[in-house]
């Protein structure tokens, strides 16, 4: 199996490292709800963000963190 058909038909676990980091509101508190994942529980949920600082784990929509973070189940047997 060449490199190329391999990345097709096996891609790499998408769980970047941002996913890995612990929920941070930061430091402002202009609050607005954005999406974080949760390692632990493997799903994201809602927070409050305050506007300025923070990590990278924070999402503007669920569908961004889940697309980011999660990855869908095969979906048959390959081969």
């Known amino acids: 199996m060449n490199a190329t058909l391999y ?10 490292d941002v ?3 612990n929920r941070n ?3 402002c508190r202009k609050y607005t709800i954005k999406w974080f994942y949760d390692s632990k529980q493997s799903r994201c949920f809602r927070f409050r963000y305050g506007g300025c600082g923070g990590n ?3 999402f503007s929509t669920q569908r961004e963190c889940e697309a980011t973070c999660t ?3 095969p979906r048959g047997r390959v081969g």
């Open 7 to 16: 990345r097709n038909v096996c891609p790499p676990l998408l769980h970047p």
């Open 71 to 73: 990855t869908a189940p």
């Open 56 to 58: 990278r784990n924070r």
């Open 25 to 27: 509101s930061g430091q």
């Open 19 to 21: 996913c890995l980091l």
